[in-house]
């Protein structure tokens, strides 16, 4: 099954492209590549205001009860105009793992500031290449946490962090304040996504859940932040379809708009069904959650946003032919952001394994 | 239960009571002849039961539902590989535009109601050598002959012609004006004197499409079903009704879990195939695509319901879905190996890969080629301009060759 957007859902699609098309501008996201450590600022200031931080949490805790659907129609937007810092889907996800692992008291710490979007979250699984290790390279011990993640994006400004570590008897779902734990930031060839190692010596944390399902927990996790990436890759390409067809209407040669070349209209065409294909599993992903088919139909999306995202990035490049690579015009922007969000929430190869695995029967 | 799943269900269940008699396995062996005349009993049984000419209006024996309700059915009965090919081109298309723009309606009533029945076939001459996407380039001619007409000329890739009763044409009556005003539509008798129809066998083995000869056929004025010169329009009319047709996300191929099945039973390095990363990938990304393919057409369907349009991304069915069938079908072959080579020409495309992968050439060509399909998205969803035309504007006459 998948949905039609009812009205309220299109509302917020439409609300969230306004506000953000009025407010993000390529000059400012440019100089962020510069430097490391900073984000949009506006950009978060925006999410906070709009209410988008507390849109998909409960009412209980400060949030608006809605859920992957509206999110991801925010992602969608966001995506399209380049968000200014990846916390929309890490403080989400964070969010999530302790609204539906942590205790009452978990809940009261967390949750409000998450909503609130004045707590920072950060989603931290992998290890390198493995998006989700069965044994984790950190450990779990008395209540603390030892050892190091590498490449955590929003880590480098993140209070909170959701962590897969080892535990005396497995994998245990926790979660570490980060106020002192050592951070160092990665520099990065998308620096607003705040990418830093973080460095556990002794770090205190709490467990979420622990034992044979807190694998099964973190994949959830996962699954639900990458169906927002997923959005999120899907607006980003759809944007860079639509600027190559404005490109090709307008720039002309050998006596005529490039579009009128099939080399370059099919190209733009076989942008269009890549965005269509993505933007359909992404929608009905969004409307799977809590159903037995939820994690095959967010591989689905991942895969398809994934591929849209990285061939609209190429293509968009080589229609606008020499001044597709210059600093100023900024496409690189979209081509930067379709690599980090490629890698963010465990890569294609991870997701093609999730969904053969359940496709087979083999799954747990 | 909505009404439409009501609808379904009882449609699920009638069509399984036909199984044992028209069902794959009881055309298993059946010459051509034998199995036409099996698919004709079978046409008139859905007729008898109320399931043809679901979306047609009453008046013309049809059951006044709408599309939905045909989308639904035919969904269900392609499960059963029933003999019903023999009905799809003249159902589809001619038989619904003669009901639009055939002139005397008790003819036309007679005619529907054959078709219905099973007991009449019609074809749709449109494709000519010269004439392929380039529709309107064709040049088959139609010469005024007293108070009627007289055509020459030949058409091709002319579905189920050697079965056919009947035909619809679009003929050139003026070569002075530009290509696509020149033309006019009629329907044909293909029994009339000088009506020559030739089986083309396809690379395949099946002979299902035609060359049909035009030589001094002569037809009444009544047969015309557009102005003179307005021929075109009614020729876009007719490809527009299949934008109701059932979609496939399978491209009309393999379901995927036969792969997914075939990639269990087969061992590469001593490990089975499914644990083989490229075939992983594959699968994988074969499913991304379908379940797009079918998200989209869900959302079609609800919005069909809802009373509203179906978007543009309805177009990409055929392109997506056959492209990939075709590339699957080769990874198949290629798993199983020097067990590969086997080939059963009979075998249906929707369960043999082997079959699905020599067939699959044909559906990226017809009905509209992934160039075409290109060109219309660019065009008509993106706002990109048409290709240069040397063609464009100049009369038919004085188009260069």
Redesign the interface.
């Known amino acids: ?4 957007y009812d009205e309220g859902q299109q509302a917020i699609a439409t609300e969230s492209r306004r506000a953000l098309e009025a407010r993000m501008r390529k000059d400012d996201l440019l100089p962020l590549l510069e430097v490391t450590g900073r984000f949009h600022e506006g950009f978060w200031t925006m999410a906070k205001e709009q209410g988008w931080t507390a849109l998909a949490l409960p009412e209980a805790y400060g949030g608006l009860d809605l859920g992957l659907i509206e999110l991801g129609l925010i992602a969608h937007q966001a995506g399209r105009t380049l968000s200014g810092a990846p916390f929309l889907t890490s403080s989400f996800g964070a969010a999530k793992a302790i609204e539906l692992y942590g205790s009452d008291a978990q809940k009261a710490r967390w949750l409000p500031g998450l909503a609130g979007g004045d707590t920072i979250g950060a989603v931290a699984f992998a290890s390198g290449a493995d998006a989700l290790p069965v044994k984790p390279g950190i450990t779990f011990v008395g209540d603390r946490l030892d050892g190091t993640l590498t490449g955590v994006s929003a880590a480098g400004a993140a209070n909170v962090a959701v962590v897969l570590a080892m535990g005396a008897d497995g994998p245990v779902l926790a979660i570490a304040d980060l106020t002192n734990a050592e951070r160092r930031i990665v520099p990065s060839f998308d620096n607003s996504r705040c990418v830093a190692d973080l460095h556990f010596k002794e770090t205190p944390a709490e467990a979420l859940t622990a034992g044979g399902s807190a694998r099964d927990a973190a994949l959830h996790i996962l699954a639900l932040q990458a169906v927002i990436t997923a959005h999120e890759q899907t607006g980003g390409a759809e944007a860079l ?1 639509e600027i190559a ?1 404005d490109y ?2 307008t720039r002309r040669a050998f006596g ?2 490039i ?4 080399s370059v ?2 190209r ?3 942008l ?2 890549l965005v ?6 992404c ?2 992903a969004a409307s799977r959650e809590g159903q037995d088919d939820f994690i ?2 967010a ?2 999306a991942r ?2 946003a994934t ?1 849209a995202y990285d061939t609209a990035a190429r293509d968009c490049v080589q229609i606008h032919g020499g001044i597709g690579v210059t600093w100023e015009i900024g496409l690189h922007l979209h081509m930067r952001r379709s690599r980090s969000l490629a890698i963010e929430q465990g890569n294609s190869l991870f ?3 999730v ?2 695995d359940r ?2 029967g083999e799954a747990a | 239960m909505s009404d439409l799943e009501t609808y379904r269900a009882k449609a699920a269940a009638w069509l399984e009571t036909m199984v044992p008699d028209f069902g794959r396995d009881a055309r298993q062996g059946l010459s051509e002849a034998d199995d036409l005349a099996l698919g004709r009993r079978y046409q008139k049984a859905k007729f008898d039961a109320g399931y043809a000419g679901i979306n047609w209006p009453v008046e013309y024996g049809g059951q006044g539902l709408g599309h939905l309700e045909k989308i639904s059915f035919d969904a269900e009965e392609m499960k059963h590989g029933f003999p019903n090919f023999y009905f799809g081109i003249s159902l589809g298309m001619p038989v619904p535009i003669l009901m639009q723009f055939g002139g005397d309606k008790a003819f036309v009533k007679e005619r529907v109601l054959k078709a219905l029945k099973g007991e009449e076939i019609w074809c749709q001459l449109f494709s000519e050598p010269a004439a392929g996407s380039d529709l309107a380039g064709l040049r088959t001619k139609a010469e005024a002959d007293g108070n009627g007409w007289k055509i020459n000329g030949q058409k091709v890739w002319t579905s189920w012609a050697h079965y056919s009763d009947y035909g619809v044409i679009v003929v050139r009556t003026d070569p002075n004006v530009p290509k696509h005003k020149g033309l006019t539509y009629f329907w044909v008798d293909m029994k009339a004197p000088g009506v020559t129809v030739r089986q083309i066998k396809l690379a395949g083995g099946d002979s299902h499409v035609n060359e049909v000869f035009f030589d001094d056929v002569k037809i009444g004025d009544d047969h015309r079903m557009s102005p003179v010169g307005g021929g075109f329009a009614v020729a876009i009319a007719t490809l527009m009704i299949e934008r109701y047709v059932a979609t496939d996300s399978a491209g009309f191929g393999p379901h995927l879990d036969l792969f997914v099945e075939l990639a269990k039973e087969i061992e590469i390095n001593g490990k089975p195939a499914i644990e083989d990363g490229r075939i992983r990938q594959q699968i994988a990304r074969n499913h991304a695509m379908r379940a797009g393919l079918d998200s989209i057409n869900v959302r079609a369907r609800l919005m069909m319901e809802a009373g509203m349009i179906p978007g543009a991304e309805g177009s990409l069915n055929k392109l997506v879905a056959v492209r990939s069938r075709q590339k699957l079908s080769e990874l198949a072959i290629d798993l199983r190996g020097s067990d590969g080579f086997a080939f059963d020409e009979h075998a249906s495309q929707r369960e043999d890969w082997t079959s699905s992968w020599i067939n699959a050439p044909t559906g990226r060509i017809a009905g509209g080629s992934d160039e075409t399909l290109l060109n219309t998205i660019a065009e008509k969803v993106l706002g990109l301009p048409q290709d240069h035309r040397p063609d464009k504007g100049v009369p038919f006459n004085e188009i260069p060759v």
Request: hydrophobic fraction near 55%; charge should be negative; avoid cysteine.
């Open positions: 099954m998948s949905i039609l379809m067809r090709a209407i005529q708009v579009g009128a070349f099939q209209k099919h733009i065409a076989e269009y069904g269509e294909l993505a933007r359909a599993n929608i009905h095959t139909a591989a689905a895969l398809s591929e997701w093609e394994d969904m053969v496709l087979a």
